[in-house]
Each structure stands twice: as structure tokens, then as C-alpha cells.
């Protein structure tokens, strides 16, 4: 699965981006479509997780309320809306793909988990 994340750019704290990832090569609504962030000096970190044919999904604690990832088969593309942003929003965010959203207990989404990644799309948020 090749994948290519989009839409990043810069924004002021309490503005909002949509983040977009295409995928090609493959059908997307085989796959579960995750979304994670990796900060300067920190471990990557997994957002949200929806399902091949997005009847499920989820978000980590952080980003409830703030985040809703969605997807569009027909355009095999998934979205990451993101609102009211933080300065520590600020990082690169990818997106994955894999067979399953698979959730573990004290720490949510497994970026090992995910075997085809996206390139990556720099957020920042400004104060």
C-alpha cells in the first residue's frame, strides 16, 4: 500500500487543518486507516484509527473532541480534521494502514501495528 499524506501547513493556535491521505495501488476499504504524530525529541504517537469500511473508530484521549478522522472509499482517501489547535499540536503527522485498528491497553494504537506508512505531513501551531 502506498500512501501519501497532505495538508499540513502552518496555523495559529484555535485554527483548524484537514489532513488528507491517498492511497494507491491497492483498494483502500481493505485496510484500517491510522493517524500518528511524532514531535521533535518524542516517540511517535498514534491519534486515531478508523475502520476498512468506517464503522469504527477511535481516538486517543487527547484528541477527543479535537480530532475526527473519516474516510471516502470511493476517492480511497481517509481525512484527519483537526480543531481548535494547540501549539502542542505542533509535529509531523503520518498516516498508516493496516488489516485491523488494534487498541492496547496503557497505550492505545501500536505503531507496529501499521506496515505501510505515508511520508508524513508537518504541522505547526503558533501561539
Known amino acids: 500500500v502506498q500512501l501519501q499524506a497532505s495538508g499540513g501547513g502552518l496555523v495559529q493556535a484555535g485554527g483548524s487543518l484537514s489532513l488528507s491521505c491517498v492511497a494507491s495501488?491497492?483498494?483502500?476499504?481493505?485496510?484500517?486507516i491510522g493517524w500518528f504524530r511524532q514531535a521533535p525529541g518524542k516517540e511517535r504517537e498514534g491519534l486515531s484509527c478508523?475502520?476498512?469500511?468506517?464503522?469504527?473508530?477511535y481516538s486517543a484521549d487527547f484528541v477527543k473532541g479535537r480530532f475526527t478522522i473519516s474516510r471516502d472509499n470511493a476517492k480511497n482517501t481517509a481525512h484527519l480534521q483537526m480543531n481548535n489547535l494547540r501549539p502542542e499540536d505542533t509535529a509531523v503527522y503520518y498516516c498508516?494502514?493496516?488489516?485491523?485498528?488494534?487498541?492496547?491497553?496503557?497505550?492505545?494504537?501500536?505503531?507496529?501495528?501499521?506496515?505501510?506508512w505515508g511520508q508524513g505531513t508537518q504541522v505547526t501551531v503558533s501561539s
Open positions: 498508516a494502514a493496516a488489516r485491523h485498528c488494534r487498541f492496547w491497553a496503557g497505550i492505545g494504537l501500536r505503531s507496529a501495528d501499521f506496515g505501510s
Open positions: 495501488g491497492v483498494t483502500l476499504d481493505y485496510y484500517a
Open positions: 478508523i475502520s476498512g469500511n468506517g464503522g469504527n473508530t
